[in-house]
């Protein structure tokens, strides 16, 4: 039996990782589930799989729960905090931590996991984007495996050679090709985008993701995360990544060769497939997606995609070329944007602006410390909510039908 904690297990992968999980009793055992604040789906969860730990990153919210636990007389020990985050993580029963809380608060306990050897199954772009070089330091130390989750490093990581190398020219790699769907607003022209609201955005026409995510995947910043992501998990230089939208998301994503082939991994768009291979790797189990089907999709298309009307993902690449703090500074200010504009205090074309003048504004430094990382995070976050303060929002007028 291996034992899994959940860090996110409330949000969609979270949720995904469970039901692949119940699928194989005899396999896999939840060892700890952690969530934010939502007290209602982690009670339900503790009722249902039964965990040792149940953690929630509020304390309000733990204690809260910790009633709720103990008038239901479940046998689960409630945590509080990053402290409690951490303990599940690296406890030393525990086989497999599916990392998958979103955004800079996955950080620590995905240090934590690396720092005790566990097999990580990583679904949180930030801890790579904020502390990539230190993050893959820990990973090495404390000889932990690392899988990446994202469907499309997933199908990077598929499809690479098996091979240690000190650059992709080593295996005959000439370039990694990350599909993007292009999100909901693929066609929309830039008065459009204008008139986007909160609504519209977290319609994604392929996936089903939480809220955070989804916004990043319709203003391109979600594949921005990934490029700086694909950077640390395959040594790649930012010039050897590229970028191109395939609207079905059938292709995950490819490899290009230097014999001119291109290898793929095709599949459903089900967060279940890349969770199943992590959970199982080397071996393969069945993750509950539905095969699919060439003839029922009929065609794939692909172009490229446009930093002129998306501008996030150029903003990414010129991150990741400034390197030191740059990416957690990006980071920091994507989320405080997206957060405002999912509040409507802020309009869609703002968040870019917004990550923009961020960067443009705060000194980029070489990266020392996990401390100094907490920092800069800190002061991109205050800077850009100091710039929010200062906006006046207007009205969103109808989108016209495209």
């Given at each position: 039996?291996?034992?899994?904690?959940?860090?996110?297990?409330?949000?969609?992968?979270?949720?995904?990782?469970?039901?692949?999980?119940?699928?194989?009793?005899?396999?896999?055992?939840?060892?700890?589930?952690?969530?934010h604040?939502?007290?209602?789906?982690?009670?339900?969860q503790?009722?249902?799989?039964?965990?040792?730990?149940?953690?929630?990153?509020?304390?309000?919210?733990?204690?809260?729960?910790?009633?709720r636990?103990?008038?239901?007389?479940?046998?689960?020990e409630?945590l509080?905090g990053?402290?409690?985050?951490?303990?599940v993580?690296?406890?030393?029963e525990?086989?497999?931590?599916?990392?998958?809380?979103v955004?800079?608060?996955?950080?620590?306990?995905a240090?934590?996991?690396?720092?005790?050897?566990?097999?990580?199954?990583?679904?949180?772009?930030?801890?790579?984007?904020?502390?990539?070089?230190l993050?893959?330091?820990?990973?090495?130390?404390?000889?932990?495996?690392?899988?990446?989750i994202?469907?499309?490093?997933?199908?990077?990581?598929?499809?690479?050679?098996?091979?240690?190398?000190?650059?992709?020219?080593?295996?005959?790699?000439?370039?990694?090709?990350?599909?993007?769907?292009?999100?909901?607003?693929?066609?929309?022209?830039?008065?459009?985008?204008?008139?986007?609201?909160?609504?519209?955005?977290?319609?994604?026409?392929?996936?089903?993701?939480?809220?955070?995510?989804?916004i990043?995947s319709?203003?391109?910043m979600?594949?921005?995360?990934?490029?700086?992501?694909?950077h640390?998990?395959?040594?790649?230089?930012p010039?050897?990544?590229?970028?191109?939208?395939?609207?079905?998301?059938?292709?995950?994503?490819m490899?290009?060769?230097?014999d001119?082939?291109?290898?793929?991994?095709?599949?459903?768009?089900?967060?279940?497939?890349?969770?199943?291979?992590?959970?199982a790797?080397?071996?393969r189990?069945?993750?509950?997606?539905?095969?699919?089907?060439?003839?029922?999709?009929?065609?794939?298309?692909?172009?490229?995609?446009?930093t002129?009307?998306?501008?996030?993902l150029?903003?990414?690449?010129d991150?990741?070329?400034?390197g030191g703090?740059?990416?957690?500074?990006?980071n920091?200010?994507?989320?405080?944007?997206v957060?405002?504009?999912?509040?409507?205090?802020?309009?869609?074309l703002?968040?870019?602006?917004?990550?923009?003048?961020?960067?443009?504004?705060?000194s980029?430094?070489?990266?020392?410390?996990?401390?100094?990382?907490?920092?800069?995070?800190?002061?991109?976050?205050?800077?850009?909510?100091?710039?929010?303060?200062?906006?006046?929002?207007?009205p969103?007028r109808k989108?016209?039908?495209?």
């Amino acid at each position: 039996m291996q034992y899994v904690t959940i860090l996110g297990s409330t949000g969609t992968i979270g949720q995904q990782t469970l039901d692949v999980i119940s699928q194989h009793p005899g396999r896999y055992g939840v060892f700890a589930l952690a969530a934010h604040s939502n007290v209602d789906a982690m009670l339900q969860q503790c009722a249902t799989y039964k965990p040792r730990y149940a953690v929630m990153q509020d304390k309000d919210a733990a204690q809260l729960l910790r009633q709720r636990v103990q008038a239901e007389q479940l046998k689960v020990e409630v945590l509080a905090g990053v402290e409690g985050l951490t303990l599940v993580s690296a406890h030393a029963e525990v086989t497999i931590v599916m990392a998958a809380i979103v955004g800079a608060a996955g950080l620590l306990p995905a240090l934590a996991a690396a720092k005790a050897g566990k097999k990580i199954l990583l679904a949180n772009k930030e801890t790579l984007v904020m502390a990539g070089q230190l993050f893959m330091d820990a990973v090495k130390q404390g000889q932990a495996t690392l899988l990446p989750i994202d469907s499309e490093h997933n199908a990077i990581f598929q499809v690479m050679p098996k091979l240690p190398y000190d650059e992709l020219a080593d295996v005959g790699v000439n370039q990694i090709i990350l599909t993007a769907s292009g999100g909901p607003f693929r066609t929309y022209s830039q008065l459009q985008l204008q008139q986007v609201t909160p609504a519209l955005a977290l319609k994604h026409p392929n996936w089903v993701m939480g809220a955070k995510i989804t916004i990043d995947s319709s203003t391109l910043m979600n594949k921005g995360l990934e490029v700086i992501e694909a950077h640390w998990l395959f040594d790649a230089r930012p010039d050897q990544i590229d970028v191109v939208v395939h609207p079905q998301s059938v292709i995950h994503s490819m490899v290009s060769y230097v014999d001119g082939s291109i290898l793929a991994q095709l599949g459903n768009p089900d967060m279940r497939t890349p969770i199943a291979y992590g959970l199982a790797y080397p071996e393969r189990i069945a993750s509950g997606v539905k095969p699919l089907s060439l003839i029922e999709v009929a065609r794939l298309e692909f172009e490229a995609p446009d930093t002129q009307r998306f501008p996030c993902l150029k903003l990414a690449y010129d991150a990741l070329a400034a390197g030191g703090t740059g990416p957690a500074m990006l980071n920091a200010a994507n989320e405080v944007a997206v957060a405002a504009f999912l509040r409507e205090q802020i309009q869609y074309l703002d968040i870019p602006a917004l990550i923009n003048a961020t960067l443009q504004k705060l000194s980029i430094e070489t990266v020392q410390s996990i401390e100094q990382l907490l920092l800069v995070d800190s002061q991109a976050r205050a800077y850009v909510q100091a710039l929010i303060s200062k906006m006046t929002v207007k009205p969103v007028r109808k989108v016209a039908s495209v």
